[in-house]
């Protein structure tokens, strides 16, 4: 059973920066894309980042370029989402995924527990 967990979420002023943290115990972690999504309440779940098994392709929402920046380290089994200049509106539940292969544009099946992120204004 693939798990992942979340960390890093919490409370911080705007302008603020936080960064994720996802961790697997799956040892074959590296062959997988792996994205950020979030959840704000009332609104449906949008996707923020991802980056494919090498971390040599990322892509990003619109409403988070130039702020957020994911990464990975293999050697860890762990993917980051650092998040630079947050706003009110950044405020969500985050969650990170695993895809189905090495390429983000695949289904994700595996999902974590989410992690809160509230920016305060």
């Known amino acids: 059973q693939v798990q992942l967990v979340e960390s890093g979420g919490g409370l911080v002023q705007a302008g603020g920066s936080l960064r994720l943290s996802c961790a697997s115990s799956?040892?074959?972690?590296?062959?997988?894309?792996v994205g950020w999504f979030r959840q704000a309440p009332g609104k449906e779940r949008e996707s923020v980042a991802a980056?494919?098994?090498?971390?040599?392709?990322?892509t990003y929402a619109d409403s988070v370029k130039g702020r957020f920046t994911i990464s990975r380290n293999n050697a860890k089994n762990t993917v980051y989402l650092q998040m630079n200049s947050l706003k009110p509106e950044d405020t969500a539940v985050y969650y990170c995924?695993?895809?189905?292969?090495?390429?983000?544009?695949?289904?994700?099946?595996?999902w974590g527990q989410g992690t809160q992120v509230t920016v305060s204004s």
């Open positions: 995924a695993r895809a189905m292969g090495g390429s983000y544009y695949l289904e994700f099946e595996y």
């Open positions: 799956d040892r074959t972690f590296s062959s997988y894309a």
């Open positions: 980056i494919n098994y090498s971390g040599g392709s990322t």
